[in-house]
């Protein structure tokens, strides 16, 4: 007696192969494999950026249930790509690697991995400037220390006016003295408040268009150990504390103004009967235009000082 096939399970059966055709004649249909057509792009991709997770759906019968292949995990990068920045590379060969005396080979946009990054030893000169900035990069340490070489072409684009210069060194010499008693902390320091406003405050009334330029952030990140972003939120916030204190004057300026015209009234009810008194309050309006000028600048000030506080949660 022949013996029976063995049945063949339904889930090890191959999934069909998916396509799509294009008529492109009456009589030749071109047909597309959609899988195909995936793998080419994923193929270009990969040479031109290296190996790293290439999606496998199950449809070759190798992984019925689909999955990520991990492939050359240590090559995520192209070396020569200029699309990635490296500004803090040489930063963390010094600390991380503890090689004070290399530099990497090349300067610029590019990526290298692990330990096959390429260096050369510095020259003598380079070491000696190295050693006179260490004192500084200790004192501004952070976002600054991968800045500072590049600072003095990023800033050339600003040129401050003698008062700005002024303020700035107001500011360098608070941010010294404070950082003479402790690390300078994360978060930007509110007794550097004053002194950074007066020089933020002159710099935006100078510019014809109310900007901050490059230039000006680049010369604050000598001394000061924070991002660019960050020091224009609290410059921000600076500009809107001031605004809503300017909101505030206005607001107990109308208030004195209307105070004093309901003064009039109280010494007038003193001595009058009250019911005229009242009938030119009812009449009076002097004394209504101010009323409401003094609620409508109440909500103006409300609005501006509740923009402050987010800020100043956000600082």
Known sequence: MASAAPEVSASAAPKPRRTFHIQLDANSPAEINFKQL????????????GGGSVLNDGDDGDVGNGGLDRRDDDDLYDSEDS?????????????????TRVKTKHSGFFVNA??????????????????????????????LRSFLTEVPDAASDWQPEEEVVRKLEVLR????????????????????????RAVDKLVVEAHP??????????TLMTFLPYTKQYLKSNMLRLEARDVARHEREKLDAALEALTQLIATYGTRAAAESIDVV???IAKDKELGAKLHALLELQDEWVSKENDYRLKTRNT
């Not at 995936?38 to 950026?49: D, P, V, W």
């Not at 692990?114 to 200790?138: M, S």
Request: hydrophobic residues 35%; glycine residues 6%; charged residues 40%.
């Open 83 to 99: 699309f990635i920045d490296d500004a803090e590379l040489q930063q963390n060969i010094e600390d991380v690697r503890g090689q």
């Open 173 to 196: 010499t608070a941010v010294q003295e404070l950082a003479e008693t402790a690390p300078i902390p994360k978060v930007f320091p509110r007794s550097l408040d004053e002194p950074l």
């Open 38 to 49: 995936r793998f080419n792009i994923i193929e270009h991709l990969e040479k031109r950026y």
């Open 209 to 218: 268009n109310k900007w901050r330029v490059t230039g000006y952030f680049a």
């Open 278 to 280: 009242k009938t030119d």
């Open 114 to 143: 692990g330990d096959e990054i390429e260096t050369l030893e510095k020259e003598e000169d380079e070491l000696v400037d190295a050693k006179n900035k260490k004192g500084k990069k200790r004192a501004v340490d952070g976002a």
